[in-house]
């Protein structure tokens, strides 16, 4: 089966988005193995869509047992604290919907970013726990609170079970 398998070319078949379910499936196996984050959070889902849509755009995803080397070597660098994955995402969804409008993968993948970049989550504020603000800072367990974007804290789940693959 191809990765967009429709059974023909007539009106009213389904499309199946096998790429992008590969892609998801793949980066829920990489997050459940390493056992970073449970699975019913929405951390978790973050993390999951941060790498699926990673996968997603770099083309050919597999399971998560074959990754050749070369690939894991290059989702750690996509995934790596500091790089411009953000505009990466975006230039690579551009770029495949000039490509192939009308991808029902891709439709699974802007859905993905989108949820992605416009829900927030709630995060420890690194920096003012370093700056010895915790004690005079709100928040339920009395350290400081942001909230940011739900991609600033998939990603860094994303990446670290590529580390630990």
């Given at each position: 089966?191809g990765?967009?398998?429709?059974e023909?070319?007539?009106e009213?078949r389904?499309?199946?988005p096998?790429a992008?379910?590969?892609?998801?499936?793949?980066?829920?196996?990489?997050?459940?193995?390493g056992?970073?984050?449970?699975?019913?959070t929405l951390?978790f889902?973050a993390g999951r869509?941060?790498?699926?849509?990673?996968?997603?755009?770099c083309g050919g995803?597999g399971?998560?047992?074959?990754?050749?080397p070369?690939?894991v070597?290059?989702l750690?660098?996509l995934?790596?604290s500091?790089t411009?994955?953000r505009?990466?995402v975006?230039?690579?969804?551009?770029?495949r919907e000039?490509?192939e409008?009308?991808?029902?993968g891709?439709?699974?993948a802007?859905?993905?970013?989108?949820?992605?970049?416009?829900?927030?989550?709630l995060?420890a504020?690194?920096e003012?726990l370093?700056?010895g603000?915790r004690?005079?800072?709100p928040g339920?367990d009395g350290?400081p609170q942001?909230?940011t974007?739900a991609?600033?804290?998939g990603?860094p789940?994303g990446?670290l079970?590529?580390?630990?693959y």
């Amino acid at each position: 089966m191809g990765p967009e398998h429709d059974e023909g070319a007539g009106e009213g078949r389904l499309r199946v988005p096998m790429a992008w379910l590969c892609a998801e499936y793949a980066a829920d196996r990489l997050l459940r193995t390493g056992d970073l984050m449970e699975p019913t959070t929405l951390e978790f889902r973050a993390g999951r869509d941060a790498l699926a849509l990673t996968l997603f755009l770099c083309g050919g995803t597999g399971a998560p047992a074959a990754l050749p080397p070369a690939r894991v070597d290059e989702l750690r660098q996509l995934t790596a604290s500091g790089t411009p994955w953000r505009r990466w995402v975006a230039g690579r969804l551009a770029e495949r919907e000039l490509r192939e409008p009308g991808d029902p993968g891709l439709v699974l993948a802007r859905t993905a970013w989108r949820w992605l970049e416009e829900t927030e989550l709630l995060a420890a504020d690194l920096e003012a726990l370093g700056s010895g603000l915790r004690e005079n800072a709100p928040g339920g367990d009395g350290g400081p609170q942001v909230w940011t974007p739900a991609w600033q804290l998939g990603l860094p789940l994303g990446h670290l079970a590529m580390q630990l693959y």
